[in-house]
């Protein structure tokens, strides 16, 4: 009986040294008053980024040559956006392309993917720094457009596939935000890049 007795202070002291840690930690690490206990507290679910084969645009004398995304994967921070139309039109491209040494600093790398030709993303008034990758067969079912869920049809009579905007960002482990059977883009996040060179 007397061991017993023993057993239970023992038991009784131990449970009180916890609760006193705890006391202490959690007034040492209060909670943010942003905290809301009764909102749902979701993880994003991540999953591997689709990889694709992809020719760029070329420069001067240089021919378009062939862009493995998947040799990219796990070693740098990507940033891949699709864009319809004229390259210099695009405000994310652009403003990529003006912290592009930043970024590159950072061993961060931008890529643009479109359905244009390579000839036509070559024609630009100011070259890019990065590849601009040309989707061509994107109608085909390993296309990348098809892979991340940036196509759909033209408004224009007759007219082929158009882009669906949208910028994703790939992290080192090579895993990209996703949603339903679809990687998911990121919102207008305006503070993207500097974003990226905090981080």
């Known amino acids: ?17 916890v609760l006193v840690a705890a006391a ?9 008053d942003s905290w809301d206990p009764s909102a749902p507290q979701t993880l994003e679910l991540r ?24 040799s990219y994967l796990h070693r740098h921070q990507i940033v891949l956006v699709f864009f319809n139309g004229n ?3 695009d405000s994310t491209l652009w403003s ?5 040494e930043d970024l590159e600093a950072e061993n961060i790398k931008v890529f643009g993917v479109t359905t244009q030709l390579p000839q036509v993303n ?17 109608m085909s079912p390993d296309s990348a ?17 158009e882009t669906i ?12 935000a996703w949603e339903d059977k679809l990687p998911r883009p990121l919102g207008d996040d305006v503070d993207l890049i500097e974003r990226l060179l905090g981080s």
Do not use: C
């Open 96 to 100: 990529l392309r003006e912290r592009h």
């Open 122 to 138: 070559r024609k630009t008034n100011e070259p890019f720094p990065f590849p601009l990758l040309s989707d061509v067969e994107s």
């Open 47 to 70: 999953q591997f980024a689709p990889a694709f084969e992809l020719y760029d645009q070329g420069s001067g004398e240089k021919k378009p040559r062939l862009v493995n995304l998947r």
């Open 145 to 161: 457009h098809k892979m991340w869920g940036r196509l759909r049809p033209s408004d224009a009579p007759g007219g082929g596939p």
């Open 87 to 89: 390259p210099e039109s």
């Open 165 to 176: 905007p949208g910028v994703f960002l790939i992290d080192r482990a090579g895993t990209v």
């Open 24 to 32: 202490v930690w959690r007034s040492a690490n209060p909670r943010p």
């Open 1 to 17: 009986m007397a061991a017993q007795s023993r057993r239970f202070v023992v038991f009784l002291a131990a449970a009180a040294v």
